[in-house]
C-alpha cells in the first residue's frame, strides 16, 4: 500500500510512474514469497526471520571464486549467530577452529545440498572463535579416479563427485614431489608451524599461521617444504568440474 501511495502522492501519476510502482511492489511480492518458500525448506514455516543466500551471508565471506568454485572465510565471534541462509550447492569444510579450540583442519562434505536445499543459521557460543574454510561447489561435479593428482601417493581422505581432499604432513626440511593437479582447489594450513609452497612457475608462497590457504590452479605444478621446527599438517582441496 505504501508504494502504490508513493506513486501518487503528487497527483494523477503518469503510466509510466504507475508502471514502476507496479514493477517495484511485483519485487516486493516475489521477494516475500521467496522468502515464504526459504522457510519451508527449513521447516520453520511460522518463521518471519530473513533468509539470504549462503554466499550472500556476511559471516560467510567470499575471498576467492573460480568460476562455480567459491572458497569461503566463515568466522563467528563467541556469541554471534549467522542470518538464516539458504544452501543449494554442494560444499567442503575444512574447520580450523570451534568455540572449545583448534579443530586441526578436520574435514567433511554436504552434498546432499546440490539436490535438496536446506535453510539454518549458525551460532558461536564461545569462548574461542568458530572458524571453517567452506568450499562451495555450484557445478555437477564429475565421477571416477582418472582425475587425481600425480605428486600425491597417499589415498584421498575424502572423495566424491564434486570434491577430493588430501591431508599431506611433512617433518622439518621434508619437501613433498612435485604436485601436479588436473582440477583446481586450495592448500591450507591447519596446525603451527611454516611452509614454503613453490610453483613451476617461479612464484613462492609462504604459510605461517594455522587457517592460511592459498589457491592451486589446475596444471601448475608445485612442491610444499617445511621450513619450520615441527611437523606440520596442510589439507590439499579440489573442486572437481
Known amino acids: 500500500m505504501w508504494l502504490l501511495l508513493w506513486a501518487t502522492r503528487e497527483g494523477k501519476p503518469s503510466v509510466k ?3 514502476e510502482g507496479f514493477m517495484v511492489f511485483s519485487r516486493v511480492i516475489k521477494s516475500a514469497a521467496l522468502s515464504v518458500v526459504f522457510t519451508t525448506v ?7 526471520s530473513r533468509v539470504v543466500h549462503l554466499l550472500d551471508e556476511p559471516r560467510h565471506r567470499t575471498v576467492f571464486q573460480d568460476g562455480s568454485l567459491y572458497l569461503l572465510d566463515v568466522q563467528l565471534n563467541p556469541g554471534d549467530q549467522s542470518l538464516d541462509h539458504l544452501h543449494d550447492q554442494a560444499i567442503l569444510l575444512t574447520r ?5 579450540g583448534p579443530q586441526d583442519g578436520g574435514v567433511s562434505a554436504i552434498t546432499d545440498y546440490a539436490s535438496e536445499s536446506f535453510v539454518h ?9 568458530l572458524r571453517i574454510l567452506a568450499f562451495v561447489n555450484g557445478g555437477q561435479g564429475k565421477s571416477g579416479t582418472i582425475d587425481r593428482p600425480e605428486g600425491i601417493n597417499e589415498a584421498p581422505q575424502l572423495e566424491n563427485p564434486w570434491f577430493r581432499s588430501y591431508r599431506v604432513e611433512l617433518e ?6 612435485l604436485v601436479r ?3 583446481p582447489g586450495f592448500l591450507a594450513q591447519v596446525t603451527p608451524g611454516v611452509v614454503h609452497i613453490a610453483r613451476e612457475d617461479g612464484v613462492k608462497e609462504e604459510l605461517d599461521r594455522v587457517g592460511e590457504w592459498v589457491w592451486q590452479n589446475a ?3 608445485y612442491t610444499m617444504k617445511n621450513v619450520g621446527n615441527q611437523s606440520i599438517a596442510i589439507v590439499v582441496n579440489e573442486g572437481r568440474r
Open 17 to 19: 510512474k504507475e508502471r
Open 42 to 48: 527449513a521447516g520453520c514455516m511460522g518463521s518471519t
Open 96 to 100: 580450523i577452529s570451534s568455540a572449545s
Open 121 to 129: 543459521k549458525i551460532s558461536n557460543s564461545g569462548p574461542g572463535l
Open 172 to 177: 622439518p626440511g621434508q619437501s613433498s614431489p
Open 181 to 183: 593437479h588436473s582440477m
Open 219 to 221: 596444471d601448475l605444478a
